[in-house]
C-alpha cells in the first residue's frame, strides 16, 4: 500500500551504518516510525526531506505495519536551527513534545502549522526562546484538547481572587480553593498573558513580551502539564535545561 502525505521530521535515529528510522508527523495519519534507506550515502535522494523537522512531500509504502520512504522532497526546512545548539535543543525539545502526545490524523493537520511557526521562530528570531517555548507548550494542550482553565476556579467556578494554578486539575484555583497538592503561584499579569495565548490566532499567539518572573510561572504551568498528559519527563526537555543553565 502507498501513502502520499505532507509531513513533519520529529526525529531522526540512524540504524547500521547507511539507514535511519525516522518519525513523521503526517497529515493524514498522525506520527509514522518509517525507514529511511541509504539515507546516510552522499548520493541519497531522501536526506534532504528526511532531514530533522523538515516539512516534506512523501511517498511512503507499508507492508505489514512497517513503513518505508519511496520518496520524498522538502517543502521547508530549517537549516538555521543546527548552526546554534541552544536554538536546535529548543527545537528538539518541541518535536519531542509534538511526539509524545500523540496526536491523531485530525489533530495533526493543526498541530503541523504551530510546528513550523514555532521550528522558524526557534531558528531565527531573536525573542526570548523560553517564550516561543511557553506559547509552543500552552498552544499544544489546546489543540490536542487540554486546554487549561483560565476563566474560573477549577473547584469551584469562582472569578476572584484567581491565584494559583493546578497543573493536575487543570486550570487556575481561587484563593480559598489554594490549598491542592501541586498548586503554584500565578500573578495576574501571567494569568492574561496565557489568556491572549489561548485566544489569539496562529499569527499573532507569539505577539508579545513578559518578564522574566512571569515567564516562570507560565513555564512551570504549562510544562508541568505537559508532563502529566505525556506521564513522563521528556528526555530532551532535561537536556534543554542543562543547555540553557537552569538546571
Ligand atoms: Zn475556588
Redesign the pocket.
Given at each position: 500500500m502507498e501513502i502520499k502525505t505532507k509531513g513533519v521530521v520529529l526525529g531522526r535515529t540512524f540504524v547500521g551504518e547507511k539507514d535511519a528510522i525516522i518519525k513523521i508527523l503526517t497529515e493524514n495519519s498522525g506520527v509514522i516510525s518509517a525507514s529511511a534507506k541509504g539515507i546516510k550515502s552522499m548520493k541519497s535522494k531522501l536526506s534532504a526531506g528526511c532531514s530533522l523537522f523538515s516539512y516534506s512531500d512523501f511517498l511512503l509504502t507499508e507492508s505489514k505495519g512497517r513503513y518505508i520512504v519511496a520518496s520524498t522532497s522538502l517543502c521547508e526546512g530549517f537549516y538555521g536551527l543546527s548552526a546554534n545548539i541552544e536554538r536546535l535543543s529548543y527545537a528538539t525539545y518541541a518535536a519531542e513534545a509534538a511526539a509524545a502526545i500523540s496526536p491523531d490524523a485530525t489533530d495533526a493537520r493543526a498541530l503541523i502549522p504551530l510546528l513550523l511557526n514555532t521550528f522558524y521562530l526557534f531558528s531565527n528570531s531573536q525573542k526570548n526562546l523560553r517564550l516561543i517555548k511557553c506559547v509552543f507548550e500552552l498552544r499544544l494542550l489546546c489543540l490536542l484538547g487540554y486546554a487549561p482553565e483560565l476563566n474560573g476556579?477549577v473547584?469551584?467556578?469562582?472569578t476572584d481572587e484567581l491565584c494559583f494554578f493546578s497543573p493536575s486539575e487543570g486550570g487556575i484555583?481561587?484563593r480559598?480553593?489554594g490549598n491542592l497538592p501541586d498548586t503554584q503561584i500565578i500573578t495576574k499579569d501571567t494569568l492574561t498573558a496565557m489568556r491572549y495565548v489561548q485566544d489569539a490566532d496562529n499569527k499573532k499567539a507569539f505577539s508579545f513580551s513578559l518578564p522574566r518572573q512571569n515567564l516562570d510561572e507560565f513555564e512551570a504551568a504549562t510544562e508541568k502539564m505537559l508532563e502529566n498528559i505525556t506521564g513522563y519527563k521528556l528526555h530532551s526537555l532535561s537536556y534543554l535545561k542543562q543547555i540553557a543553565g537552569r538546571t
Open positions: 476556579c473547584e469551584c467556578g469562582d484555583v481561587c480559598s480553593c
